[in-house]
């Protein structure tokens, strides 16, 4: 056990040894090195900064050309004629659900009755075969989902901007230390309105899902009791309601880029220095 501790003493003695000169002194040469190592250290690998750097460009031409460019173009939809129909009856599309006529349905009730007491093994398969009216496929409404489809495009383009922007503002976050963090909460409100935005878009998706489920309901229930005119009713009216709705959606997108845009031009400077010019990190 002594030896070793003679041993580990002498390995300590030459290593000093080497980074002395004559005098003792540690060379200059050594200091370099060391400065340097600890810089390398420090310092992110290239391919990440890389990233960073032409992500926070894209970013930055994004925030000051791409949005204000989608407010315009949205502007203009919103003023389209696909989005200003007055008369919504105009929205409505034609079920293609015979209603039957009461004098025959009465007869094939009849002929249904004298062939259940001539057949009743096939009894199960007759009802199946006789339980809905006479009718092909009934198709969507043609000009409620085409515009379904472009407002799903605005939405998922919004949230892989509202995605980038957010990515940006995180890397704008400076080290964690004490004190001045007034900027530090700015962008914190900004991730605020960012997570409200996205749950809003979502909400939307969601309402365009169930806008078609509960009119293949709608459509199922007219189909299977075609003389009950108020199935009918409620198909048109669910596509009357679907068009508002996403007539209301379209202001949504555009006023949620005017937001972000508003929020981060008015607070720039706090943004991409949260601290302001007086602290640098020093390494």
């Known amino acids: 056990m002594a030896d070793v501790e003679v041993k580990q003493e002498a390995i300590q003695k030459i290593s000093v040894n080497e980074l002395c000169d004559c005098s003792g002194r540690v060379t200059r040469s050594h200091i370099n090195f060391t400065l340097d190592r600890s810089q390398q250290r420090e310092e992110p690998p290239t391919s990440v900064q890389g990233f960073q750097n032409q992500f926070c460009k894209e970013a930055n031409e994004l925030i000051s050309v791409g949005i204000p460019q989608k407010i315009a173009d949205l502007d203009k939809f919103l003023s389209s004629p696909e989005l200003n129909v007055s008369d919504l009856t105009t929205l409505r599309a034609e079920l293609d659900i015979p209603i039957p006529d009461p004098e025959k349905e009465k007869e ?3 002929q249904k009755k004298e062939k259940d007491e001539k057949e009743k093994d096939e009894k199960k398969k007759d009802d199946e075969e006789d339980k809905g009216p006479p009718c092909g496929p009934v ?17 998922q383009a919004l949230k892989e901007n509202l995605n980038m922007v957010t990515l940006w503002l995180q890397l704008q976050i400076p080290q964690i230390e004490d004190g001045n963090n007034f900027g530090v909460a700015v962008q914190e409100k900004v991730f605020e309105l960012m997570t409200s935005l996205r749950t809003k878009l979502d909400a939307s ?3 365009i899902s169930k ?17 009950v005119g108020d199935y009918r009713a409620l198909v048109q009216q669910l596509d009357e309601s679907q068009y508002s709705e996403l007539r209301i959606t379209s202001l949504e997108i ?3 880029y005017a937001t972000v845009y508003d929020v981060i031009t008015k607070n720039y ?15």
Request: charged residues 35%; glycine residues 4%; contains cysteine.
């Open 108 to 110: 094939k009730e009849k």
């Open 139 to 155: 198709a969507c409404n043609e000009k409620i989902t085409s515009l379904q489809k472009t407002i799903k495009q605005e939405i």
């Open 205 to 207: 998706l969601t309402q």
């Open 211 to 227: 806008y078609l489920s509960d009119r293949g309901d709608a459509v199922a229930k007219a189909a299977k009791s075609p003389h």
């Open 254 to 256: 555009r006023n949620s």
């Open 269 to 283: 400077n706090k943004i991409k220095r949260p601290r302001g010019e007086t602290k640098r990190l020093i390494y």
